[in-house]
């Protein structure tokens, strides 16, 4: 997903391909109790940031003026006996071109 | 990174040892050392508390790193923190400058019943006081939404010459408000 400002968004993997955890369950379970996405509150969070200048110069372009700040958040979640987890992605890695 | 601290939050990095002896570390980061731990210890104010607390030097100063202003009351405990701060990598179509990242334990605010504390009418109040009170219909609305109120967090790239981290606050606060709210979307 991209916003208007051309920032890509990625919802969080399903943890069970990295932890093998049976009790570790997608995102999307817990996302699904509420209307609303954890997510779309956090697109339109990092979005008022940006607008309003709280996080430099943007929209960011990579440049040393108009960097571009990553942001992961995991809100805990449990869910009966089962525990889960919401989250939101963000690539949190800077590779300039070189690399 | 994030999933890395969540491991450390849920005990599964490595095993349980390991996770309890790298929580701590990223407890006295943020709070100095408790009495009981180990060797070295760090008595408070601690060492390296996060970006996201009050700055306590000049704005401007060579000490100041530019944290938050206190204008925006952070919703949210840090329970843990690892700082940095460094020249972002090498990229010949920019200079170098300093950048600041972390990556945050943290718990929500006034949703922990044994955090509950009876006030004491004479103690002189402060900011902090109220950080701790039990808030019951809080609690309900999380666990409406089967979350903890615990979380991990990672943020990177903010620039040094960026003046607070206020809107990183900002963005944690509401994210997560607001969703436990379900409140209106609006453009």
Redesign the interface.
């Given at each position: 997903m991209t916003d208007a400002l051309g920032t890509n968004y990625g919802l969080m993997p399903p943890?069970n391909s990295?932890?093998q955890k049976p009790d570790l369950r997608d995102a999307a379970i817990?996302q699904n109790?509420?209307?609303?996405?954890?997510q779309?509150?956090?697109n339109?969070?990092?979005k008022?940031?940006l607008s309003?200048h709280?996080?430099?110069d943007q929209p960011a372009d990579d440049?040393?003026a108009k960097?571009?700040?990553?942001?992961?958040?995991?809100?805990?979640?449990?869910?009966g006996d089962a525990?889960?987890?919401?989250?939101?992605?963000r690539d949190?890695m800077?590779f300039?071109?070189?690399c | 990174m994030a999933r890395f601290f969540l491991k450390i939050l849920l005990k599964q990095l490595v095993d349980k040892q390991s996770s309890d002896k790298m929580g701590l570390l990223l407890y006295e980061a943020e709070n100095g050392s408790t009495d009981d731990a180990p060797e070295p210890r760090f008595l408070p104010p601690p060492p390296d508390p996060s970006f996201l607390t009050k700055e306590t030097s000049a704005p401007g100063s060579p000490t100041s790193s530019n944290r938050a202003t206190d204008t925006v009351p952070r919703k949210f405990k840090i329970e843990g923190v690892k700082i940095g701060q460094g020249p972002i990598k090498a990229d010949p179509d920019r200079s170098g400058i300093d950048v600041r990242s972390e990556g945050l334990i943290i718990k929500w605010k006034h949703i922990t019943k044994d955090d509950e504390r009876v006030k004491d009418k004479n103690k002189v109040k402060n900011k902090d006081d109220d950080d701790d009170v039990f808030d019951k219909d809080l609690r309900k609305k999380f666990d409406d939404c089967k979350l903890t109120g615990e979380g991990t967090i990672c943020w990177q790239n903010l620039s040094n010459t960026v003046p607070n981290t206020d809107g990183i606050i900002e963005i944690i606060n509401d994210s997560i408000s607001n969703f436990i709210n379900q409140a209106p979307l609006t453009p």
């Open positions: 943890d990295i932890d817990v109790q509420k209307e609303v996405p954890l779309t509150y956090f339109k969070a990092y008022d940031a309003n709280r996080l430099g440049s040393v960097l571009h700040v990553p942001i992961s958040l995991i809100a805990y979640a449990k869910s525990h889960t987890r919401v989250g939101i992605y949190e800077h300039p071109p070189a | -």
